[in-house]
Structures are given as C-alpha cells and as structure tokens.
C-alpha cells in the first residue's frame, strides 16, 4: 500500500491597508503548515470523516481536532463533497502548526480556509486552478481580502462580480448548509453543489520591496463578526470620497522605488472601519494619532490590520522604536502586545509533495 505525504502552506494575511476595507490585502511570512500523511495501513475509522487531526500553535486548548468542528478539515470536506466525495481517505492524519495568532486581524480564519481548500484540492485531485479555488473560498469567507492575500500572495486588490440572481442566491448559502457539522444529515441539494464561476477577480500589484510590515500584536481576541457588527450601515459621501481618493494613490505609491513616506502615511488613513472599531481597541485612536513620520522618520503608514485589534505599520526603518511607541500606548491603556517584523510571502499557498 502507498504512503502519500505532502505539506501545505499558506500565508497570514493583513486586510484593508487603512482605506481599502474589503478590497486589499497584503500575504505575510507567517505561515499556518498542514502536514499531511495518507496511510491506508492506518485504521483512521474511529475519528469523524477519517481524519485523525492533531494542532500546535496559537490558542491549543481552544481549537476543536474533531473534523466536523475544525475549520480546516470542514473546509476540505466541503470541497471533496462538492465533488462527490464523502469523507477523507482511510489513514489520513493531519498536523497542523499554527503560528498566526487567531482572532487579532491577521487572517487566520482566511490562511485556515484556503488551507483547507487546498487541502481538499489535493486530496481529491481535481487540479483545480487558485482561481477557482478562491470560488470555493469565497462560500465560506465571504470579503475576498484576507482570502486572496493567502491564495495568491504579494499585495492584492480584489473585487466581487455581479452575479446572476441564481449564482447570488448559490453564493448566499448558509454556511450550517455547506459545511460539515456535528450530528446533521447533509442535505445532499446544497453539499454536492460546486459553487457559481468567478465570484471575484483579484489583481496582484508590485510592491516596495524597502517597505516591511511591523505588527503589534495585542494580547485579547476580537472576532471578525463583532467587529463588522459596529460598522454603519451606510456611509455619507464626503467619508466615501476620502477612501476613495487615497485608496487611488495608496496602491501606486505602495509600489515606488522610493517610498514617499508622507505620501503613504496620509493615503492610508481611514473613515469606514477604523473609527467604528476604536470602541473595541483600547488605544487605538491614540496608537494612530501619535505615530507618524515625524516622529518615526522610518514610518511610511499605519493602520488596523483587517478587524483588528493588530496594528500594521508600513515601514522602511526605525522598526523597533515604532513597535516600542505603540506597545507603550497600548500598555498604558492595561493591554499587553507582542510584536513581529513581517515580510510580504510573494507565493501565497503552496504545496510540497
Ligand atoms: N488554524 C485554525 N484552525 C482552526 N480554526 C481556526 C484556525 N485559524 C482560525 N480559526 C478559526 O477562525 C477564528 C478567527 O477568525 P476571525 O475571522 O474572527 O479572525 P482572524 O481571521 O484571525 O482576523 P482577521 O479576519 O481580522 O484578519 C478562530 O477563533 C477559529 O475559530
Ligand atoms: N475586510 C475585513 C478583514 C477582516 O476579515 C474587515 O475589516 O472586516
């Protein structure tokens, strides 16, 4: 009998870049690793759907290793159903090792998804494109910017395509429906339903390879649903014409040969998410207010990093002095941080046989 083995990876991700809420991205060298060994000499029929999964990283105690509760495996299982494929092959145990903190804003639900996509992908070997992956994505994480940064890697801007009203009501699904959960039957019309074509379309810009990404990383959760539960529901125009016009300069000026750290610093600010999100950051108004070029000359940008609570910082220098400024802040509102000096992952995920 052949033993398969092979290993995914898939970068963390950092969202939004200040205006472009739900549009950019940028793919981080932190990376969530599936090791993955298909023995059929191994009786793996006591674990739900044949996978026995173990974990090490960021918050153990907390992440299921059953595979109808782990958002991995469910999200591999919902590709291999979709495709008429029941359950994981018997002797299939994955390992996974997590280094992306969980809930703190630098994509670990989107590098668990597209880990499990691609998971499901080479399990099932269907061969399918990234593009069409990202589809399969895009069902269970619905905003394409964590997900594309991690697909595809490098600095990505993203959007979602008009649908037909069938595809919207297709891509609309609840996910309880597609995703494996314990003790319910699947309902065969929704499980072995592929999802509509070309939900988005994702572009890859350059990117300054003088700018690094310092993440301040504090100690307390905030899910992605409750902080998207405090934004508006709409928005005035004069808030909407401030993204958009930095969002036009942020995407070029991110790729010059020589940062223009003013430049930068002024188009990533914000006034869709950030400030509706201050409530659930202690420190965060401040923590933005108070770092600039003028006082961190290496300092090209700051912002939330996607929901939050991390704070990304664009920087071409004076890495430790920014990480020591914001952490002070943040101390000084009772919150602890750590902090990493990130690269971009030009690769997004990838597998090695
Ligand atoms: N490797 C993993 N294995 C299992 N579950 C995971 C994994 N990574 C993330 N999750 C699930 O995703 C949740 C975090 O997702 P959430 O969208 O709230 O935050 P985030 O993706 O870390 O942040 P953001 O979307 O703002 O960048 C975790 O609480 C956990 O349920
Ligand atoms: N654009 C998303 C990223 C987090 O998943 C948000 O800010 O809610």
């Known amino acids: 009998m052949t033993v398969r083995s092979f290993e995914v990876k898939v970068p963390a991700s950092s969202a939004n870049i200040g205006p472009g809420f739900d549009v950019l991205g940028v793919g981080l060298q932190l990376y969530l690793q599936l090791k993955v060994t298909i023995d059929p000499s191994k009786d ?3 674990y739900p759907h044949n996978v026995k999964l173990s974990y090490e990283g960021d918050l153990a105690h907390k992440v299921p290793l059953e595979a109808d509760k782990n958002l991995v495996t469910q999200t591999a299982l919902y590709i291999l159903r979709a495709n008429n494929i029941d359950a994981f092959p018997l002797g299939t145990h994955v390992h996974v090792i997590n280094p992306v903190p969980l ?4 994509g670990s639900s989107a590098s668990a998804i597209v880990g499990g996509i691609v998971l499901g992908n080479e399990i099932g070997e269907f061969k399918f494109s990234k593009n069409r992956l990202m589809d399969y994505c895009l069902m269970i994480e ?5 997900i594309a940064a991690a697909m595809l890697g490098g600095f990505v801007g ?3 395509n008009e649908l037909s009203p069938e595809d919207t009501a297709a891509k609309n699904t609840p996910l309880e429906y597609i995703l494996p959960v314990p003790g319910v039957t699947p309902v065969e019309k929704y ?3 592929p999802p509509p074509y070309n939900i988005g379309e994702y572009l890859q810009y350059n990117w300054s390879h003088k700018i690094k990404c310092v993440t301040i990383i504090p100690n307390f959760e905030v899910s992605t649903d409750s902080s998207r539960a405090v934004l508006p529901e709409s928005y005035t125009r004069e808030d909407v014409v401030y993204n958009l016009q930095r969002l036009a300069i942020l995407t070029t000026a991110l790729t010059q040969e020589t940062p223009n750290n003013k430049l930068i610093y002024e188009a990533m600010k914000d006034r869709v998410h950030q400030p509706y999100r201050s409530g659930l950051i202690p ?7 108070s770092v600039t070029p003028d006082t961190h000359p290496g300092l090209c940008g700051i ?3 996607g929901a939050g609570p991390t704070i990304l910082c664009l920087a071409t220098g004076d890495f430790d002095s920014i990480a020591e400024t914001v952490i002070g802040i943040f101390n000084k509102a009772g919150v602890e941080c750590s902090w990493k000096l990130l690269d971009l992952a030009y690769d997004g995920a990838t597998v090695e046989q």
């Open 283 to 289: 420190g965060l108004q401040k923590v933005l207010a």
């Open 103 to 106: 809930g703190r804003g630098l």
């Open 303 to 305: 912002c939330l990093s």
């Open 142 to 146: 619905r905003h394409p910017d964590n």
């Open 158 to 160: 993203s959007y979602l």
């Open 191 to 193: 499980v072995s339903t």
């Open 44 to 46: 793996t029929s006591v």
